[in-house]
């Protein structure tokens, strides 16, 4: 059991008529699995990343096995969890926005139980109670296991009558290295899509990043258990798995290595697609790469962040790799695998980013030819290194010039490689209907681009034959042939 700590009472008087968002994602579906004395129905609140998606259902696997019930609807809630992000600071006054919302509720029903859990939780930590001193709950990533008894404490306190004010939160924030629910069976929405966490946390320390702040050490899962929850997730119907971590070619199991953990859970039978998310570019061994040239059912796609293409910058960011290195990766990379898509992220405007540091990442992205890209203008986060040694210099109206100049870029680069593609077939996993139009699917081909057709016979889960027949710069448009 890890820690509880009681923390002393807050007043409530800090309330708001700001509006709010809408929920990002919500967790749902999940049933009781026993009778429980202060059983509760949880409404599960995602904000931010795949591992955070993937931190929900776990916490729904942990609700469930101790007898609570998740739902999904916030109506049908007594407790309402935001699971949250603290990678950027639009996120976490996202999040501030919608706990204003819910205290909105909470004031016209005084037993509903709000928890902040997650990234932003352990960043803000008590601070978060100054801000939303209505929060019940604030745990951190390392935490979850504490959910029932915070429950059953929290809802004692509901049922004495005490009132509101009286309450005191449960704060659930120690970080711990051994940490990696590897006995918790997460509860999934059913789809063709499954996410695996195979490593929990980062032992790199990149300057504008707050993650190894709160996710703690990085830690793997054993490599024989992950195989069998593949196997698992085969028998629920699942065609795609994606293995998830903060470095997830990193992993690595006593000997066994993150191109071994490839090989192994590609040769799962029945397993028609295997992805994984976010690799370092430092952690690009020959074991890997040998692995997605060979295994089959390995997708021939890497998202490889750049973040600069400046050496210098690259040094201020702590990124371990150089502009030279990470060229010469790309290189071996397009020669063991000549078809493989390329996608990155890449940051402007960090601490000292000089116009000629611009222009490097500039010249990188126009050479590699990335498919498409996540770019952002950098912004500082407390706590992060850079905040501590690293003025955040660079105007705004520079790192919105910069960005707007790359976006550009990367719009003309992905809108001639998908045109590349017209007249050429592509095998695509079909997802599900068309949000735009219920006559055709969607799917995904092997590169991660989006593929519109119209619906055949071939269903939802199948991997069919597309002719492409048109494209924009996000999507192709085809025929199944
Ligand atoms: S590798 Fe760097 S950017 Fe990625 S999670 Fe770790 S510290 Fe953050």
């Given at each position: 059991?890890?820690?509880?700590?009681?923390l002393?009472?807050?007043?409530?008087?800090?309330?708001?008529?700001?509006?709010?968002?809408?929920?990002?994602?919500?967790?749902?579906?999940?049933?009781?699995?026993?009778?429980?004395?202060h059983?509760?129905?949880?409404?599960?609140?995602?904000?931010?990343?795949?591992?955070?998606?993937?931190?929900?259902?776990?916490?729904?696997?942990?609700?469930?096995?101790?007898?609570?019930?998740t739902?999904?609807?916030?109506?049908?809630?007594?407790?309402?969890?935001?699971?949250?992000?603290?990678?950027?600071?639009?996120?976490?006054?996202k999040?501030?926005?919608?706990?204003?919302?819910l205290?909105?509720?909470?004031?016209?029903?005084?037993?509903?139980?709000?928890?902040?859990?997650?990234?932003?939780?352990q960043?803000l930590?008590?601070?978060?109670?100054?801000?939303?001193?209505?929060?019940?709950?604030?745990?951190?990533?390392?935490?979850?296991?504490n959910?029932?008894?915070?429950?059953?404490?929290?809802?004692?306190g509901?049922?004495?009558?005490v009132?509101?004010?009286?309450?005191?939160?449960?704060l659930?924030?120690?970080?711990?290295?051994?940490?990696?629910?590897?006995?918790?069976?997460?509860?999934?929405?059913?789809?063709?899509?499954?996410?695996?966490?195979?490593?929990?946390?980062?032992?790199?320390?990149?300057?504008?990043?707050?993650?190894?702040?709160?996710?703690?050490?990085?830690?793997?899962?054993?490599?024989?258990?992950?195989?069998?929850?593949v196997?698992?997730?085969?028998?629920q119907?699942?065609?795609?798995?994606?293995?998830?971590?903060?470095?997830?070619?990193?992993?690595?199991?006593?000997?066994?290595?993150?191109?071994?953990?490839?090989?192994?859970?590609?040769?799962?039978?029945?397993?028609?697609?295997?992805?994984?998310?976010?690799?370092?570019?430092?952690?690009?061994?020959?074991?890997?790469?040998?692995?997605?040239?060979?295994?089959?059912?390995?997708?021939?796609?890497?998202?490889?962040?750049?973040?600069?293409?400046s050496?210098?910058?690259?040094?201020?960011?702590?990124?371990?790799?150089?502009?030279?290195?990470?060229?010469?990766?790309?290189?071996?990379?397009?020669?063991?695998?000549?078809?493989?898509a390329?996608?990155?992220?890449?940051?402007?405007?960090?601490?000292?980013?000089?116009d000629?540091?611009?222009?490097?990442?500039?010249?990188?992205?126009?050479?590699?030819?990335?498919?498409?890209?996540?770019?952002?203008?950098?912004?500082?986060?407390?706590?992060?290194?850079?905040?501590?040694?690293?003025?955040?210099?660079?105007?705004?109206?520079?790192?919105?010039?910069?960005?707007?100049?790359?976006?550009?870029?990367?719009?003309?680069?992905?809108?001639?490689?998908?045109?590349?593609?017209?007249?050429?077939?592509?095998?695509?996993?079909?997802?599900?209907?068309?949000?735009?139009?219920?006559?055709?699917?969607?799917?995904k081909?092997?590169?991660?681009?989006?593929?519109?057709?119209?619906?055949?016979?071939?269903?939802?889960?199948?991997?069919?034959?597309?002719?492409?027949?048109?494209?924009?710069?996000?999507?192709?448009?085809?025929?199944?042939?």
């Amino acid at each position: 059991m890890k820690d509880q700590t009681l923390l002393p009472l807050y007043n409530k008087d800090k309330q708001s008529d700001l509006p709010h968002p809408p929920p990002q994602g919500s967790q749902d579906g999940a049933s009781s699995a026993g009778t429980h004395a202060h059983a509760r129905r949880v409404y599960i609140e995602t904000y931010g990343c795949q591992m955070n998606v993937s931190d929900s259902e776990l916490m729904a696997g942990i609700l469930t096995q101790s007898g609570h019930q998740t739902v999904s609807h916030l109506d049908d809630a007594d407790v309402v969890l935001v699971n949250t992000c603290a990678i950027r600071e639009n996120a976490e006054t996202k999040v501030i926005n919608r706990l204003k919302h819910l205290n909105h509720r909470k004031r016209r029903h005084p037993e509903l139980i709000i928890g902040v859990c997650g990234c932003m939780a352990q960043h803000l930590r008590d601070k978060l109670l100054d801000t939303a001193p209505y929060v019940d709950l604030v745990m951190g990533p390392d935490a979850y296991r504490n959910l029932p008894v915070a429950l059953d404490s929290l809802a004692r306190g509901v049922e004495s009558h005490v009132s509101l004010t009286d309450r005191d939160p449960f704060l659930g924030l120690r970080l711990d290295k051994n940490e990696d629910y590897a006995d918790i069976a997460p509860i999934r929405k059913e789809g063709i899509r499954a996410w695996l966490t195979i490593q929990r946390g980062c032992d790199k320390m990149c300057t504008f990043c707050i993650v190894p702040f709160v996710r703690g050490r990085e830690r793997s899962l054993p490599l024989k258990l992950l195989v069998e929850d593949v196997e698992k997730l085969v028998d629920q119907g699942f065609k795609e798995v994606v293995l998830l971590g903060q470095t997830v070619n990193s992993y690595h199991d006593d000997s066994a290595d993150f191109g071994d953990l490839l090989y192994a859970v590609g040769d799962v039978n029945g397993l028609e697609r295997l992805r994984f998310t976010s690799p370092h570019p430092a952690d690009a061994t020959d074991s890997m790469i040998d692995a997605m040239a060979s295994s089959p059912s390995v997708c021939k796609h890497l998202h490889l962040p750049l973040q600069s293409g400046s050496t210098e910058v690259l040094d201020r960011m702590r990124r371990t790799y150089t502009a030279e290195e990470y060229r010469s990766l790309v290189l071996k990379l397009r020669e063991r695998i000549p078809d493989i898509a390329l996608t990155t992220d890449i940051i402007v405007g960090f601490c000292g980013e000089t116009d000629a540091e611009f222009m490097e990442t500039y010249q990188m992205m126009a050479d590699i030819r990335y498919d498409s890209a996540f770019m952002f203008k950098y912004s500082e986060r407390e706590g992060t290194l850079a905040h501590k040694a690293l003025p955040d210099d660079v105007p705004e109206t520079v790192k919105g010039e910069r960005l707007e100049q790359i976006i550009k870029l990367q719009e003309s680069i992905s809108a001639d490689i998908n045109s590349a593609a017209v007249g050429g077939t592509v095998p695509v996993l079909v997802e599900g209907e068309s949000r735009r139009d219920a006559d055709r699917y969607h799917g995904k081909t092997d590169g991660f681009k989006t593929a519109v057709f119209p619906k055949s016979d071939s269903g939802i889960g199948a991997v069919v034959n597309v002719r492409i027949d048109n494209t924009t710069a996000h999507t192709l448009i085809g025929q199944v042939v």
